[in-house]
């Protein structure tokens, strides 16, 4: 395959991602606004409900947020009433996340929000075949991400 003499934007497949994850994070903000949380929140209640009680540390491999936002989010969230911070019994190196029972009750809010979104982004989740669809979107965009995440640094050398 010939390189192009100059990139085409609107065939990058890095451009494609990036426009699809803004679109989908604005597409987010009006569900979430009633519940008075960003985006990054929200993910971080979606963990919580999941697993009440995580350490930090192991909130961060999960989500994978940028070096030294998590603490912040997580003062916000606190600050708000949903979660507390305590240091572990075991381990006082180790803070665990807890959500409060305002934490625990905004989940029961949120359930529809990923109904409204695969409605909003013009799937019909009551068709299997679109369910199917965006489980394999899923998919293939979190292998992608482990082959991203699996390159050396020297991989990433241009040729």
Request: proline fraction near 8%.
């Amino acid at each position: 395959m010939k390189l192009p003499d100059v990139p085409i934007l609107e065939q990058q497949l890095c451009f494609a991602l990036y426009s699809a994850s803004k679109a989908l994070i604005r597409a987010y903000a009006p569900l979430l606004e009633p519940l008075d949380l960003t985006y990054p929140q929200y993910l971080v209640m979606m963990v919580l409900w999941q697993a009440d009680g995580i350490a930090v540390k192991d909130l961060g491999e999960r989500l994978h947020p940028a070096s030294g936002t998590l603490t912040p989010l997580l003062k916000r969230l606190e600050a708000q009433g949903l979660v507390t911070r305590r240091r572990d019994t075991a381990d006082e190196r180790v803070v665990r996340i807890d959500l409060t029972a305002s934490g625990t009750k905004l989940r029961e809010k949120a359930r529809a929000v990923p109904l409204e979104i695969a409605c909003r982004t013009g799937f019909d989740v009551e068709k299997p075949r679109d369910r199917t669809q965006i489980a394999r979107l899923r998919d293939e965009l979190t292998a992608l991400t482990a082959r991203i995440a699996a390159l050396e640094p020297d991989t990433l050398a241009p040729p």
